[in-house]
């Protein structure tokens, strides 16, 4: 059996973490090859020592001498800098690059992997928000499948497969609506981030766990969606189902509809990206009717929690938006991690962003990176 080997981007994250597990419960069929983190180097030597990878590079250059010392007896090459995180996954002994680094930062080692023609397991939505017309056209004009990672579009992916032709009339994005789901503005003004960390269902990163609870998250899978699957905005809807079991369905032209199940854990997708087409035994917990005897749906809130309806104007207006979108959300979430800004203002600066920045139409790849840097720093202004 041939074994494919992986380069896990983001290494030290919370689905870089889950994607190793996953690769170390199958060895016959896995191998991990590179493994990168930006700053933690720590659990990256931990990591390195363990699993002892082809390659390990830490984005942070000041950490370079850190990482190499603490390798020096191993048999692992060591090297620093973004560069190198999108050079490292050219490499003739890699098969499929899992993109699990977090936000923009994601893009050009997306685009080098395409251009390697490596398989792209995709964990980072932003990638998609931010360029998915470029990395659409990348992965046709090199023929190389983007299977995503993210739960809601794997379970999508997984609902297509064996589809063919057959039309979709519309996909439905499930959200769990977070931990303050059906919470008003009064309640939202003073959460703080210990309470938004707190999601119901899933372990996540910090980032993606605000997002979740600002609905942003489901805002962003939405546009993600419209680039994986080719489909217009009025093709795409979002509902709120509490108990994460349904992770995504789809409906076809012919009105029936399919939807993937499961109990929440992120190791099933991970590990159908990396075995895809085949599916492999696992020993995860198997999902029960008997202890879930409801299943429940509701509206998304889009006036309480209004980053959702901004990103809906983001995929309609199509050009760069979705890039401002992406940009000021990631300024606007650190800051509320670090306290210097409250809940409900991060959609304030987002939409004050997305009025200010100027519209481009026809964004090329210098358009996408001079609309993020313009967007973060605007983002940092209005905070201030």
């Known amino acids: 059996m041939i074994k494919k080997r992986i380069a896990v981007l983001g290494s030290t994250g919370s689905i870089g973490t889950q994607a190793i597990e996953v690769i170390e419960k199958n060895k016959d069929h896995f191998e991990l090859e590179v493994i990168t983190a930006q700053s933690n180097a720590d659990l990256l030597i931990k990591q390195a020592i363990k699993y002892k990878p082809n390659s390990v590079v830490i984005g942070d250059d000041k950490l370079y001498l850190k990482v190499s010392d603490a390798l020096q007896n191993f048999d692992i090459k060591v090297f620093s800098g973004s560069k190198s995180i999108s050079q490292i996954v050219e490499m003739e002994t890699v098969d499929i690059v899992l993109i699990a680094i977090v936000g923009f930062a994601g893009l050009e080692p997306t685009i080098n992997a395409i251009k390697a023609k490596k398989q792209i397991a995709l964990a980072n ?56 789901r059906g919470k008003e503005k009064d309640f939202l003004k003073t959460v703080t981030k210990a309470q938004a960390l707190k999601h119901p269902n899933w372990k996540m990163g910090a980032k993606i766990t605000i997002d979740s609870a600002s609905m942003m998250n489901k805002g962003l899978e939405m546009i993600e969606a419209k680039w994986l699957f080719d489909l217009n905005e009025n093709q795409i809807d979002v509902i709120v189902h509490p108990q994460s079991i349904i992770h995504s369905f789809v409906q076809f032209c012919d009105g029936s509809m399919k939807a993937q199940m499961g109990l929440p854990d992120m190791k099933l997708p991970i590990q159908y990206a990396f075995s895809f087409p085949q599916r492999l035994q696992t020993d995860f917990p198997r999902f029960d009717f008997l202890n879930y005897p409801q299943l429940t749906f509701e509206a998304p809130d889009m006036k309480n929690f209004r980053n959702l309806a901004l990103a809906f104007k983001a995929i309609r207006s199509g050009g760069n938006i979705p890039c401002v979108l992406n940009a000021a959300n990631e300024i606007v979430v650190n800051a509320f991690l670090n306290d210097k800004i409250a809940f409900l203002e991060m959609p304030e600066v987002i939409e004050k962003c997305m009025q200010t920045i100027q519209f481009i139409k026809n964004p090329s790849y210098e358009d996408l990176i001079n609309t993020n840097n313009e967007s973060r720093k605007l983002a940092l202004q209005f905070i201030k």
């Open 125 to 180: 939505k932003e990638t998609l928000v931010v360029a998915g017309d470029l990395i659409s056209k990348l992965s046709i004009e090199n023929k190389i499948n983007i299977i995503p990672v993210d739960s809601e579009h794997s379970a999508i992916f997984q609902c297509l497969t064996g589809e063919g032709i057959n039309p979709i009339e519309k996909i439905y994005l499930t959200a769990s609506g977070g931990p303050f």
